[in-house]
Nanobody, 121 residues
Framework: VQLQASGGGLVQAGGSLILSCSTS????????IGWFRQAPTKGREAVAY????????YYTDLAKDRFTVSRDAAGTTVYLQLASLKPEDTAVYYC???????????????WGQGTQVTVSS
């Protein structure tokens, strides 16, 4: 099972980015892809997840109304659209795979390497 996050970069406050998570090697057991982030000096935070087969999504409070998670038709790439970005959204964003529909990072067994998002004020 492999995941690779990409699409991060430097953006001004109020701007947008689209992160991608390409996945491969999955069995049917691993069907939830979650997004998490970790800012400097902070612990990892859950952002959202999507059930690949049906597209059902869940968002934490930090993501509601600004972030959108989606997947392509084949279910091999998952996207996280970031909008109305704030400096406090600066973090490394990770995608991960779980075999249950969960926002708890302990339920995610496979992780990508992360992509840096930096929001300037």
């Amino acid at each position: 099972v492999q995941l690779q996050a990409s699409g991060g970069g430097l953006v001004q406050a109020g701007g947008s980015l689209i992160l991608s998570c390409s996945t491969s090697g999955f069995t049917l057991d691993y069907f939830a892809i979650g997004w998490f982030r970790q800012a400097p000096t902070k612990g990892r935070e859950a952002v959202a997840y999507i059930i690949k087969s049906v597209g059902r999504t869940y968002y934490t409070d930090l993501a509601k109304d600004r972030f959108t998670v989606s997947r392509d038709a084949a279910g091999t790439t998952v996207y996280l659209q970031l909008a109305s970005l704030k400096p406090e959204d600066t973090a490394v964003y990770y995608c991960a795979a779980s075999n249950i529909a969960s926002i708890n990072e302990d339920d995610y067994h496979y992780w990508g390497q992360g992509t840096q998002v930096t929001v300037s004020s």
